[in-house]
């Protein structure tokens, strides 16, 4: 049952964003700003601080393939970018102490990159024809600023949840 | 540069980078159905996601209705201000659609490229990095769903159908800033002009109509439908409303900003709609020749 309990909740956070965007009222945030979640890739990033950099890479890269062929229909955005990104915080994460207010700065860089990452790919295939500013305006800082208060919200039982997790991985 | 090779990082690097522009390559070109992993995976979540979305429906449902009493008040009036038109135009319409079906019995034509069959779908799944807008729907190739099929709710377009697999089906939304997003459209007015639905507005929110020959009457406040000339589309699905007509970039044609009927941000069920008008075989086409030989 415990094998389990970690891709069942990835795969809520999963369908979650999709229902979230469904359900969320047009003009909540201003009728102008696009909110973007990303929970799912901010709880593979927690995964990668609190418990490895090999589970956090095998899990971005699986789930980034069931979100591009699900939801993108473009294979290779994600698929190549949650582990990318997932690789460097690992490598950030290195230098530095695993603690809720680190991990919650540098989660929070990675789905910069993220955005940032997917915007560029994005008008390198002609997906989309926003200039540079108005991306920032318009979707980049109320994105980041949603995410932000997500992982205040969710950060700390995720931590416990992950490092209970290591402890099991260590003692077997 | 031997030492250059033994970097396995970069080497991993490298070769996921061409992995990745071969996939995006793969993925980008016209395809006229996806591949069957593709469809087995998109299966297996639409399965979960509409087992997962019709509780959620529910529950939504609920602080809906709560939200509509709110405003129940407000509404009952504009409604009934309403309602003393509907009745002359109720006769209007009845009289007219008496006098098209007689006309079209002296003609001997009985479909129109206006008849289509609704298929009722519900939403089970929104795109979440709304970049491309699209929807998943609950019905796909096993309820009749091809790929290019118009989808409207009840006040408007959306959008139209970019994939179908067994269960599900996926429905690129009218906003998403697609190029190959193209819907043939009609502006109603004295003579019908002609135009394709192409590209949005994402700050205004507007959509935009372009390839309208300069020095067509478009005026605002006219209706925009779609045209029927496509594989698949109906016509006369309502599009939106003219809000502002401006020349293009050249000079040559004209642009019109176009307000849609439908919300594309809150949609629940959607109709797809199903051409009847049976489509002219490509042997029709060629007059019959081959079909002695």
Sequence with gaps: ?172 | MPQFFLNKRLIILLVSIIVLVALIGFSLRERSKLSWPEQFVKDTTGWVQSLVSKPTNYVAGFFENLQDLQNTYEENKELKSRLENLVSLEAQVQELKKDNKDLRDILGEEKTLRDYEPLPATVIGRNPDRWHEMIIIDKGKLNGIKKNMAVVTANGLVGKVKSVTQFSSTVQLLSSTDPKNRISAIVQGKDDVYGLVEGYDNEKKLLMIKAIPSGSNIEKGQMVITSGLSDVFPKGLPIGKVVEVKPDQYGLNLTALVKPGADFYDIKSVIVTKKIMRQPDEKDLTGGKEEGS
Excluded: C
């Design chain 1, 1 to 172: 049952m415990k094998k389990f309990l970690l891709p069942l909740l990835f795969l809520f956070l999963f369908l979650l964003e999709s229902l979230f965007v469904q359900y969320l009222p047009a003009g909540l945030f201003g009728r102008n700003r696009i909110v973007a979640p990303h929970f799912l890739f901010a709880a593979l990033l927690f995964l990668t601080i609190f418990v490895g950099k090999k589970q956090g890479i095998i899990y971005a890269a699986i789930f980034g393939l069931l979100f591009d062929i699900v939801y993108i229909e473009i294979i290779g955005i994600y698929f190549f970018l949650f582990p990318l990104i997932t690789y460097l915080v690992s490598k950030i994460m290195q230098t530095m102490q695993a603690n809720i207010f680190i991990a919650f700065l540098v989660s929070l860089f990675g789905i910069a990159l993220l955005e940032v990452g997917v915007y560029e790919m994005y008008r390198l295939i002609h997906v989309t024809t926003l200039d540079f500013m108005s991306f920032i305006n318009l979707r980049f800082y109320p994105t980041l600023i949603f995410n932000a208060a997500f992982i205040i919200i969710v950060g700390y039982p995720l931590k416990r949840q992950f490092e209970k997790h290591a402890e099991a991985l260590r003692d077997e």
